[in-house]
């Protein structure tokens, strides 16, 4: 804070003064209810620029240049921040105005400088200065809250001694965090309230007047302000994870470790010195809250990845081929919709219209299992980006992981930031709350939600609480939903506010033709549509009546190449039920055994790939309805556990045979590397939180952050195995003995077991903060795509392979240590190079998921409930229309081949246990039907 630079605003009002600072030569910040008392402009308004105690003062006049007085008066509600622009130019030395924004939940002292009435009772323009602690964990409204060390006593009427205190500038660690704009009265004098600052940097208009009329060399940028980093660096990041390591060392050789353990515990201190010297280079320096000086850059990737991913999602369904017709109808009155007539055509085009006809547009859209309501919303939200450089930005989210203990906005942002982490997550510099207030106040994001019907009823309930809600009188969105499932909801909670409900119709005949007119296939199919508009073939003509039927017709037709008028059997196909399961069961055989002379033959026997989709399809009821390799084998986790437990020990059991060296090499080489690895996620673990934490970002990431307890968990997990293994060798061989008695080589395996964890708590901090953008270990994205499933196991693999590298060196280091220590002598090589070969073979299971996803993989293979080729398995998949990418998970198509999958009893047995003797999923997770659904 510059005390040259503090001014004393006054109005012709009665009572109309206040505080501000001089951040340009003519620009001053100052509340926006001191220019703007009872939302009337002040007619005069004049500035005193200075300090009597530190140089000259300047009277200047003052208009208001931000918001503009021209335009509309802003609402009640608007952001307390306003600029003054001054008559004429005040010259002062010094440097530009920084930026800051606190953070973390340690209280960060404050302080700026003000004209309350209690420190100028004369009204000559005494000023008081305000010190005291701001707390980002407190929270008004969106104000900063700040506990001032001196405060007024209240206690006389209707006074307001902190009158005049309004538009104090109020600085953290030399970054200008916001404007007063309130005292809190409850609180005895002793607590003020300030406006973010970081509200306003997020407006284009304010960040245009402080970019051109601040001071020279005055940016846009925001900084983190922490109480740990002090905005110079995390120079404390490391120092916990330093000691650790040293009392490690200490435990594991005692006080009188000798020259040898001190100088490893020198050594471990500067790897911590160096690791947070470089952080202090790399993050020392300003940093932008998005990459950008306002919301554009951020919103404008976000809308460039969200177009692309919708265009994609649009062009797998087909809709690049051959247009899908969306007719649709306002639902009357009394269904929770709000009466309007259609502003244009009921098409996608009149959806556009109906969405632009409304100041808070809420649409909901209903129709009938495979309507083509994600069709519709995916349309509506591509025309809107398409159409439109810099309105909302639609984001089309899946409801199916919605969970009733979050808000729904937080839930919203948490999808975007794992969908886009460079854009809006924790490879980004997005701070959360830019993020959160784009979704709840500012209207620049807006959620498109896809499957309300696919919760569970007494989530669809709570779902339509917690939304209406959130979104209150001014929130936009849209939803999709099965029209059954939509009304129950409304009868137990009355419905989405303020929205207007649209139903989907069934498509006509003439919707069809056009469909494979546009796909070129109409002169095959013109028999059976003649029949249909002859009213010949009834049931087909009552199941090609929905996107999804008619997609499903055109592929097993082309695929197949059957006549289409084999449809029109009524022996075959009596009723629309019928027809509709012979259609979703005969795509997975469309697709990988099409018939002779079709394109697309395939290297996997239908019969196989439907088996392998039926365990998918039960996979991925589990984990709302996504496929996630990284998730693969948490249903059968003890089994494996168990499976490779045992390998282990039979392979450790004939390297004691061989050798009892060998054997022992093993044992030590397991416990070690488990302990690095281990060390080395609870280090990149604390390390990660730790920068997030500092940049206020959303967490982002297949990858979750492993803390010390579940770290344990996993260790406790893999203890038998780990126990069984010298069990085995003991029983084969017997364990070697380094130094002649027996209890040496517990001592020798315990002191490993510590240096490793040591080692690898270091190296997992260091990794940590050298990789914060996590171009390796973090696994992040191109700024306009997201990661796909594929490239997320690639770049788990290469993070593997480092990981792997660590733990042999440090597996390696801990037992030259433990020999050195417990038999004073050097270890045998081929003890040392067995040893940290086991360990970077466990060690990295502790932290990545690709070795864990591998075993998992091939047990599956042996069982025959996965193909060899995974990655290449499900690409087919998509290719074929059956499954489809939702940024780093795979999704089937529609529910409705979903649950075709897990209705499919042709082969009952697969139902039941596999080659292994796993059982992957029961008839009683089967679903009803899909054609005694509401079709």
Known sequence: ????????????????????????????????????????????????????????????????????????DPAQDALD??????????????????????????????????????????????????????????????????????????????????????????????????????????????????????????????????????????????????ANNAVEGPVRDLTPVALWGAALLLLAYGVDAGPAGVLLALLMMVMAGAAMRWGRVRRGGPRTASGHGDDAGWISDLRQAEADRVAEDLRARSIDVAAIAVPWRILPEGSGSDACEPPGPEDVNGLLAMWSSRATPRLVLSGAAGSGKSIALALLAKRLLDDTASGPVPVVIPLSGWTPGSGFYEWAAAQLAERYPEIVGEQGHLPSSSLLRALREGGQIVPFLDGFDEMAPERRRRFVIALNQAVGRAGSFALAS???????????????????????????SDHFRTFLSDSGEVARWEPLLVLMEDGEACVPASVFTTPLMQWLGLQVIGRTGRDPVFFADRATFPDRAALERHLLASLVRAVYDPADGQLGRTRWAAENAGRWLRFLAAQS?????????????????????????????????????????????????????????????????????????????????????????????????????????????????????????????????????????????????????????????????TPAHSAS???????????????????????????????????????????????????????????????????THAAYVVAGILPASYAAFLDRARVGGIIRIDGMVYRFRHKLLRQSLLNDLEAPELLRRDRLGIKYFDAAEHTKAPGTEGM
């Open 789 to 855: 499933p594929s490239q997320l196991l690639a770049r788990d693999r290469w993070s593997t392979g480092a990981v792997a590298v660590c733990c042999f060196v440090a597996v390696g280091l801990s037992a030259v240590a433990a020999w050195w220590f417990g038999a004073q002598s050097f270890v045998p090589w081929g003890f040392a190079v067995a040893a940290a070969g086991t360990g970077a073979v466990l060690g990295p299971m502790m932290f990545t998921v690709w070795p864990v996803f591998r075993i």
């Open 81 to 226: 921040i306003a600029l003054l622009w001054l008559s004429e130019p005040v010259v002062l030395e010094g440097r530009p105005v920084q930026w800051g924004r606190p953070g973390g939940t340690t209280p960060l002292p404050f302080d700026g400088a003000g004209f309350p009435a209690f420190a100028d009772e004369s009204a000559r323009g005494d000023v008081e200065h305000l010190r005291g602690e701001l707390s980002a964990v407190s929270t008004s409204s969106s104000d900063w809250v700040l506990d001032c060390r001196v405060w007024p006593d209240l206690g006389h009427g209707d006074v307001h001694p902190w009158a005049g205190a309004s538009g104090a500038a109020i600085f953290c660690r030399d970054h200008l965090v916001g404007v007063a704009v309130e005292d809190n009265r409850p609180m005895g004098g002793r607590r003020l309230q300030a406006a973010p600052i970081h509200e306003a940097l997020s407006m284009p208009g304010f960040v245009d007047l402080v970019i051109r009329k601040g001071h020279p060399g005055t940016t846009a940028s925001l900084q983190n302000v922490t």
């Open 482 to 508: 099965r029209t059954v499932e939509l009304e129950e909801a409304g009868r137990n909670t009355g419905g989405f506010r303020e929205s207007v409900s649209l139903e989907l119709l069934p498509l006509s």
């Open 621 to 781: 009821r589990q984990d709302d309805d996504a496929i996630r390799w990284w998730h693969l084998h948490r249903r059968h986790q003890l089994v494996l556990i168990g499976l490779y437990g045992g390998i282990f020990a039979l392979l450790a059991g004939v390297a004691a045979k061989l050798s009892p060296t060998l054997g022992t090499a093993l044992v030590a080489g397991s416990l070690w590397g488990v302990a690095c690895g281990g060390g080395f996620t609870v280090g990149y673990g604390f390390q990660r939180r730790a920068e997030r934490e500092r940049r206020q970002v959303h967490r982002s990431g297949f990858r979750p952050d492993a803390g010390l307890w579940v770290t344990w968990l996993r260790f406790l997990r893999v203890l038998p195995g780990l126990l069984l293994t010298p069990a085995a060798v003991q029983v084969a061989g017997g364990l070697m003995r380094p130094m002649g008695d027996d209890s040496s080589l517990w001592m020798l395996l315990g002191q490993g077991v510590l240096v490793a964890t040591g080692l690898g708590l270091v190296g997992g901090a260091v990794a940590g903060l050298i990789l914060m953008r996590g171009a390796l270990l973090a696994a992040n994205v």
């Open 1 to 72: 804070m510059d005390a040259q630079r503090l001014v004393w605003v006054r109005t012709a009002n009665p009572g109309g003064y206040g505080s501000g600072y001089l951040i340009g030569p003519r620009l001053v910040l100052t509340a926006l209810h001191v220019v703007l008392p009872d939302q009337q402009w002040a007619a005069e308004v004049h500035a005193r620029v200075g300090h009597p105690r530190f140089g000259d003062v300047e009277h200047r006049r003052a208009v208001v240049c931000w918001p503009d007085p021209d335009k509309d």
